[in-house]
């Protein structure tokens, strides 16, 4: 008999093979196995999902559907392995998905956030170098914040300005620019990180221990200084809360980016390709999808049709 937890790990094997990161899906599938070997299960039914969401079932009917989803994708790939998996149905848990509207940080925001992560303590002092570091790159560059996790030394040209993204979550490459100011912060960031912790060859953002900094740990200490702010409510047992969101500085990015277009009066459609790429995003929707969803930009964007349609129209009449 195999235990679930050990065929979690040949799926994520095969599956980041083929470019997927699946680092939150770990988590979650992670904790579904863990909950099936202790009750002695070893291939995956409806009932054990059920089960699984009973004993877990304090999160709200959208979480619990992307969880579902999860665990189908993992049931559909082990269904070839043991014919004994069923694969729950995709409907067994309804809910209706919303993007969630992003939060546009202030400038003072941001610089409270940068400033506030420098002051993380720990044994070394590299918390706040590093903390500081990450979430300032990620608000001016725009990078998801497993991009910028994954980057090594070597992927940064700092005299060109250039930072190689070699696997983006879509597993593509791309060269991200950056300002000087930017590279001299890097520069600066790992002369202190030598300094504290010696010669290092790989990971660019580490922990006082001298590993690459986690996911979660970017996460939890983004969370900390998010109270600390005001921005989420202070939590207990180390809890992260709710509230604006380390992806949020992506978005902030997005957004400042294209009001920056209104402002100067270029062409958005035009500009808007260059930001695709620049992000990353498969899709020009995906990018356009910031003018629906911040009101300033969305006003922005019907003021600038008002008056192309005002144009054709004077136009037209002068024609006459």
């Not at 590299?126 to 300032?136: A, D, I, M």
């Not at 740990?217 to 047992?237: I, K, P």
């Not at 992506?250 to 957004?255: E, G």
Request: hydrophobic letters at 40%; glycine letters at 8%.
């Amino acid at each position: 008999m195999t235990a679930l937890s050990q065929r979690l790990a040949d799926y994520l094997t095969v599956r980041r093979s083929l470019g997927f990161e699946l680092i939150f899906e770990e988590r979650v599938l992670r904790v579904f196995t863990a909950f099936a070997d202790r009750a002695g299960a070893d291939h995956i039914t409806v009932d054990l999902f059920l089960r699984w969401k009973a004993a877990y079932g304090h999160a709200n009917n959208d979480t619990w559907s992307h969880r579902l989803g999860m665990v189908r994708a993992f049931a559909s790939w082990l269904n070839g392995y043991d014919e004994r998996t069923e694969i729950p149905p995709a409907g067994l848990i309804p809910a209706k998905w919303r993007r969630p509207r992003p939060y546009i940080y202030s400038e003072k925001e941001m610089a409270t956030l940068v400033s506030r992560a420098a002051g993380l303590r720990s044994r070394y002092g590299l918390r706040g170098w590093t903390c500081s570091t990450l979430f300032g790159l990620v608000a001016v560059t725009g990078l998801r914040i497993n991009e910028a996790l994954r980057l090594d030394d070597d992927d940064l040209d700092l005299d060109a300005g250039v930072i190689t993204v070699k696997r983006s979550k879509n597993g593509k490459a791309r060269l991200v620019p950056i300002a000087s100011s930017t590279a001299e912060r890097l520069a600066a960031y790992r002369a202190e990180r030598m300094r504290l912790l010696g010669p290092t060859a790989g990971a660019l953002f580490r922990n006082d221990e001298g590993r690459r900094m986690t996911d979660c740990s970017a996460r939890y200490n983004f969370a900390v200084v998010s109270q600390d702010m005001g921005l989420r409510e202070r939590q207990r047992f180390c809890k992260h809360g709710r509230g604006p969101r380390i992806h949020d500085l992506r978005h902030t990015f997005a957004v400042r980016t294209i009001i920056g277009w209104y402002r100067k009066g270029l062409d958005p459609d035009r500009e808007m390709l260059r930001l695709t790429t620049y992000l990353g995003h498969l899709k020009l929707d995906y990018t356009y999808w910031y003018i629906e969803a911040v009101p300033e930009l969305l006003q922005l964007a019907s003021q600038r049709a008002e008056r192309s349609f005002a144009k054709g129209a004077a136009g037209k009449g002068g024609a006459r």
